[in-house]
């Protein structure tokens, strides 16, 4: 296929939903059925989301912020998860403790932590960052230890024959061959991490972010910002998810993971 | 069977001592359902330094775990594995494996996989693509060096790996019926290939395999194992000279000679199950 071919069978049917969207969202509206205050027009959201954006308190300020948070919060969960998970992976005793301890945090909705977290570090940053934290860290702790866990045992039986062994065999071997389940891992645990934040930031507004615009539109009945921020709250996502979804098909492609055509 | 047991100084071996031998050797697993199965059952064997050495036997006779035993991925529950004279310890280099998927690296180029090996044995960073070089085009696979893995067919990908075993010049190669899964022509391309390479490196060889026909090409002996417990039933010395041929009418009347042998030690087995568990064979 050549490449503009391409790129139009990449955009199309992403255009297409949105038009699809819109039309149904504006039918509805034109009938007047719902409350025109409580369900502003595609138009209204448009300008709301156009008319903020720019500016020291506009959207895209405020989704850089936001994007930092997420982007720091999540190399925390990788720092703290990371070797959890190894360890996870490596002992049947963590395994049953603190992988269990694991399960039981994923089953948490993170935002059941801000009012403990508000408590010990006051309605501040510190707060965000740490609900943004406990929300991915088990994510990517489960998801390493499944990926080790999931070698084919024969490329291990492979590299033990050519003599290789203990720590060499496993920095050498077990991880690159977890990559593929690592990099899915994340995947996962950006979209929990991004949850998480979303919800701090509405109720700690002195974070500014994307959260905050949210809370700040819910006060003043403006409807149409609200609608545009959470606009903005999916473009962001579906950005990142981009980025993520581009790493893990270079990996994969690169390993004959990815059926061809 | 050939060998019998013999006391011997270790460390000292003889010059006319066996590269390998098994002595008594039994194994046991325990299935997760809890029930035993005894895999191997008092299984000797000596196999001669340079020897090509065929196992076949029925599915599910040991096979495998004998050569997981020899590769040290294993260990015995009764009797010895040795190596010159010595109890092998834990699987390395010495004793290249070929298993029957192909094992490459797939994050590594193929000449990469090659040269990872030669790393863990020792060879000197600078040395390394060179001598990977020159293996990859005893196989043929000089154009291929710098693919991935999955660009490669089956059959290609199981002679990098071969290419692989050669390159860290093992004392001895162990192979588990590593074309089985090939279609028939990739298979005796590949079986010519090896002999053809082993003609030059002469390494001692065990090699497992369902397929007679591929045994009796290929070994200096072919040893039948029979059902569970496997023990070794019968041998078979092929003395056609090499480099053989498919199209040999004496090697062919070899075939049938051990097939049939082969198919009277599985009636047999069967024969006495049926007697044990009437109904259940
Ligand atoms: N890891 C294991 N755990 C439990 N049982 C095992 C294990 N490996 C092998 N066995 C059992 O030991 C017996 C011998 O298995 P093995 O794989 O050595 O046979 P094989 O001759 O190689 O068979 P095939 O020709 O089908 O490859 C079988 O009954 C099998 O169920
Ligand atoms: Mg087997």
Redesign the pocket.
Same mark, same amino acid.
């Given at each position: 296929m050549s490449r503009p071919r391409r790129a139009f069978g990449q955009v199309w049917p992403r255009v297409a939903i949105l038009v699809v969207l819109v039309l149904a969202w504006w039918a509805v509206y034109a009938t007047g059925l719902w409350d025109r205050v409580l369900l502003p027009s595609p138009a209204s959201v448009w300008t709301a989301l156009w008319s903020n954006l720019s500016g020291a308190g506009g959207l895209l300020v405020a989704a850089e912020r936001s994007a930092l948070r997420l982007f720091l919060g999540l190399a925390a969960a990788a720092v703290i998860g990371t070797p959890i998970g190894l360890a996870m992976a490596a002992s049947k005793i963590v395994q049953r403790s603190i992988g269990s301890l694991m399960v039981g945090l994923q089953a948490l909705p993170s935002i059941a932590w801000l009012p403990l977290a508000t408590l010990w570090f006051g309605i501040t940053e510190r707060a965000v960052f740490f609900v943004v934290v406990m929300g991915a860290t088990p994510a990517v702790a489960i998801a390493t230890a499944a990926s080790v866990r999931l070698v084919p045992p024969t490329l291990i039986r492979a590299a033990r024959t050519l003599g290789s062994r203990g720590g060499r065999l496993y920095v050498r071997v077990v991880l690159p061959a977890a990559v593929p389940g690592y990099i899915a891992g994340l995947q996962q645990a950006w979209a929990l991490a991004w949850r998480a934040l979303m919800a701090a930031e509405l109720i700690v507004t002195g974070a500014r972010g994307l959260g905050h615009f949210l809370e700040r539109a819910g006060a003043v009945f403006d409807t149409p910002l609200m609608l545009a921020t959470m606009v903005a709250i999916m473009l962001v996502g579906i950005g990142v998810d981009g980025v993520f979804t581009l790493v893990d098909r270079r990996v994969r492609s690169r390993r004959g993971l990815i059926p061809s055509g | 069977m050939s060998s019998v047991p013999s006391l011997r100084v270790v460390g000292r071996p003889e010059p006319t001592s066996p590269k390998l031998s098994l002595r008594s050797v039994s194994k046991t697993?325990?299935?997760s359902s809890g029930e035993l199965?005894r895999?191997l059952d008092d299984v000797t064997l000596d196999v001669a330094p340079g020897e090509f050495v065929c196992l076949v #036997?029925? !599915?599910?006779? #040991?096979? !495998?775990?004998?050569l997981d035993l020899i590769a040290g991925l294993e260990r015995p529950d009764a009797g010895q594995v040795l190596m010159n004279g010595r109890p092998i310890a834990g699987p390395g280099p010495d004793r290249a494996v070929l298993f029957q998927e192909p094992t490459l690296f797939p994050w590594m180029s193929v000449i990469r996989n090659l040269e990872f090996a030669l790393g863990l044995t020792g060879v000197p960073k600078a040395d390394r693509r060179e001598l990977a070089m020159h293996w990859l085009s005893k196989v043929h696979l000089s154009a291929f060096a710098s693919a991935q893995p999955h660009e490669i067919s089956p059959g290609m990908r199981q002679r990098a790996v071969l290419a692989r075993a050669l390159a860290c010049q093992p004392e001895v190669l162990l192979a588990?019926?590593p074309f089985g899964a090939l279609d028939a022509q990739s298979r005796e391309v590949l079986q010519r290939e090896l002999q053809t390479v082993w003609l030059e490196t002469r390494n001692t060889f065990v090699f497992?395999t369902?397929n007679v026909r591929e045994a009796v090409f290929l070994a200096d002996r072919v040893v039948l194992?029979s059902a569970?417990p496997?023990t070794l039933v019968a041998e078979h010395r092929i003395s056609s000279p090499r480099p053989r041929s498919f199209e040999d009418v004496l090697l062919a009347k070899v075939v049938v000679d051990v097939h049939d042998h082969l198919l009277k030690e599985v009636q047999k087995v069967v024969a006495t199950e049926e007697g044990v568990r009437p109904g259940l064979a």
């Open positions: - | 697993y325990r299935q199965v895999a #036997g029925p !599915s599910g006779c #040991g096979k !495998s775990t004998l588990d019926e497992v369902h194992m569970r496997g």
